[in-house]
């Protein structure tokens, strides 16, 4: 090759036709998580399956009581929602967003229990669920 002008590639220098080493799948760097993370993740899926249920069921209690004025013309009516009809709305509008939220927490703890992985979505998952559940207690107690 040193008669055409081009010189000879060096040994340090990897050549151009070389092939690259394939680039690893996504996900592939990420650490799985040992046996008693796993444990836990059964237990949250348990305490986020529970916290649905309830926050769903509190929900369409709260959605079904009547407001104080609709209570002041029934002398029968012992139980009303003290606040405005937008109070209202936002706070059941919250708190299902937040039933929900723990139902795919749950859903994504049992998949985090079985292969160890996602992690991290589970606890942004269920910080969610948490902070739409606080939200919608703070704006239906206020």
Do not use: N
């Not at 002008?5 to 996504?26: K, L, R, V, W, Y």
């Not at 919250?94 to 795919?104: E, H």
Request: a negative charge; glycine letters at 12%; charged letters at 10%.
């Amino acid at each position: 090759m040193e008669a055409s002008g081009t010189p000879s590639p060096s040994p340090e220098q990897p050549s151009a036709a070389a092939p690259s080493p394939p680039d690893a799948p996504a996900g592939a760097g990420e650490e799985r998580a040992g046996g008693g993370w796993r444990a836990l993740g059964v237990l949250l899926a348990f305490a986020l399956l529970f916290a649905s249920a309830v926050m769903i069921i509190a929900m369409i209690e709260i959605a079904d009581t009547p407001l104080l004025d609709a209570c002041q013309a029934d002398p029968t009516c012992t139980e009303y929602f003290d606040g405005s009809s937008a109070q209202k709305a936002i706070a059941v509008a919250l708190g299902f967003i937040s039933g929900a939220l723990a139902g795919i927490g749950a859903l994504i703890a049992l998949y985090f229990a079985v292969t160890g992985a996602r992690g991290r979505l589970l606890l942004q998952i269920t910080g969610a669920a948490i902070g739409f559940g606080v939200l919608s207690l703070l704006i239906g107690s206020v």
